[in-house]
């Protein structure tokens, strides 16, 4: 069993700024990677930022270079800096992660919306 904590959504205007945090807990002996995907309404789920616990990172073309993924490893703990916000980056944003095993859990989800 894995628990997550996630924080940080919430509503921007275009241009804005937010930073979503991730804390897993419970039945964890080695996590691999952590980073999150989103669902746009309509639309099926997509990567949006993965790193793995030796730092290497991997995003989405659409958010690369204004989207910085980190980690700290001790805490189980990772966090997506967003800035430069645009209305087709509201999304349901959801953390994930994938134990050295290979099995991956998910977050309950949080919301981000880009909006004037």
């Known amino acids: 069993q894995v628990r997550f904590v996630e924080s940080g959504g919430g509503l921007v205007q275009p241009g804005g700024s937010l930073r979503l945090s991730c804390a897993a807990s419970g039945s964890i002996f080695s996590i691999f990677a952590m980073g999150w995907h989103r669902q746009a309404p309509g639309k099926q789920r997509e990567l949006v930022a993965v790193?793995?616990?030796?730092?290497?990172?991997n995003y989405a073309v659409s958010v690369k270079d204004r989207f910085t993924i980190s980690r700290e490893n001790a805490k189980n703990t990772a966090y997506l800096q967003m800035n430069n916000l645009r209305p087709d980056d509201t999304a349901v944003y959801y953390c994930?992660?994938?134990?050295?095993?290979?099995?991956?859990?998910w977050g309950q989800g949080t919301q981000v919306t880009v909006s004037s």
């Open positions: 994930q992660v994938v134990l050295s095993g290979g099995a991956q859990y």
């Open positions: 790193i793995t616990s030796g730092g290497i990172t």
